[in-house]
């Protein structure tokens, strides 16, 4: 055995202990124990090629670099780590590949995507962004009520109308839980609103107060605004009480109506597992009628175990927060947040699992692996995946008049990343994506309003966050 060989087969066969003693570990610690040498602590190379200068003499997509770390390569010059290292941890180094990638370049685009003093100039056109309401608060929802003015609502648990200048707060609206990511979440009207009144929130609720558990748990509730209070409630969607208390973060959720039927999104709670689980209701997304019963056509209604909830409509998401039909196709596009990498765009089609999180491009928020696969039979890979995260949030398509070469684009929006991209599509497939706007905190929400002017709402980080309402407007 040649001897430098030798030398790396006993330091590989220490590795070997030492990965195994401390499994499982942070892929960071992994890096920096078998790869940095070699590649260097940022990937940028060094004995070994760079990772991050985009060249990959062995093939650029995941399988093949998993196949070079497991396998080895040059001779034994890149050691096989196909014994010492699982699936799943080969996976989790090459999201941080990836991270190494692909940060400097979403900083220098963010940077690029900063306006002066409310302009922005990017590729197809210029625009302003005017603020037009904020409050002390994390915005939710926004929509517009036939007289123009906005209704929000705040995860605190607040419905408010504003015409910017003018506030109005709505007393006796339903009491909700909030607690880190999770409280009153999305608000929309009624597509019929201007005849029948209909609200709807989705809101993360306390349950039976004298049980011991909290029982926090998202609900669906329409009610109707009379003399700035609400009435006439209704709770149109509720998990059987043994689902109370999922979790205590991504209960979020996103509504929308598509040709008479209400859509909306519970995230998975916290534990993955359930998102599979058709009796339960976590990690899915669902579809009722107006008024929360549940559609004869439903994928699920004729299922044999008396448990499913026949309300679903998808399963297997990790947590969606943003719907939107693409306009010429008819097709409902979502936005699912993933762990660490793995932001998932998909399209949404009835009783289809989506593979959370048996399968996934992320991986934990601590480095450690969620799953070695990607891609599995009877899972629905998304159309594109976002790794590092971008934290997505809500999608809008535009169709407005104010910025024609824009038409028919997919507006996204993110929290953990902190910008409005626009997507080009060609039919389905995603063909370019640009950062428009990067320095006005965390956006979660695009609305339009009955002109087609687009308002997204956003907030700052920090103990006491401030929310504000943007309004974009084409320069002229
Ligand atoms: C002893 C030095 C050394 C160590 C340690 C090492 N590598 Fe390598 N690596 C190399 C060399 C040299 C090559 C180029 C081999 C070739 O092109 O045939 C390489 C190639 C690669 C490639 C393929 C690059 C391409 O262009 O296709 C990947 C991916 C890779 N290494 C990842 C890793 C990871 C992940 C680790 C840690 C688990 C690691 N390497 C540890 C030396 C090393």
Known sequence: MHRLTLLLTLALACFITAVDAQRPRAHEALYAQLCANCHGVDGAGGQGPSLI?????HGADDASIARVIAQGSGAGTMPAYGEVLADDQIVSLIVLMREFRNRPQLDAAKQAAAGTDGRYKTDLTDFTLTEV????DILWGLDFLPDDRMILSA???????TDGST??????VPAVHDEGDIGMHDLILHPDFATNGWIYVAAVVDG????????AMTEIIRGRIRDDRWSDEERIFQARPEHRAAGRARLGSRLLFHEGYLYFT????GPGEPSQDLTAPTGKTFRIHDDGRIPINNPFVDHESANVYRAIWTYGNRNVQGLAIQPDTGLMFATEHGPRGGDELNILTPGTNYGWPLVTFGIDYNGQPVSALQHMPGVQDPLLHWT????????HFYTGVDFPAWHGDLLVAALGQEHLRRL???????????????????????????????YLVTNHRGENPRSHVYRLARKH
């Open 53 to 57: 200068d985009d060249v990959w003499t």
């Open 133 to 136: 309401f904020s409050i002390d």
């Open 155 to 161: 995860k605190s648990g607040r419905i408010i109308i």
């Open 167 to 172: 506030t109005t707060e709505i007393s006796g």
């Open 208 to 215: 039976d107060p004298d049980s011991d558990e909290r029982r």
């Open 266 to 269: 519970i995230g998975d709670g």
């Open 388 to 395: 590092p995260s971008i934290a997505v949030c809500d999608i």
């Open 424 to 454: 080009k599509l060609k039919g389905t497939q995603v063909i370019s994506q640009e950062l428009l706007i990067s320095d006005i905190g965390r956006v979660r929400s695009i609305s339009e309003d009955a002109e087609g002017n687009i």
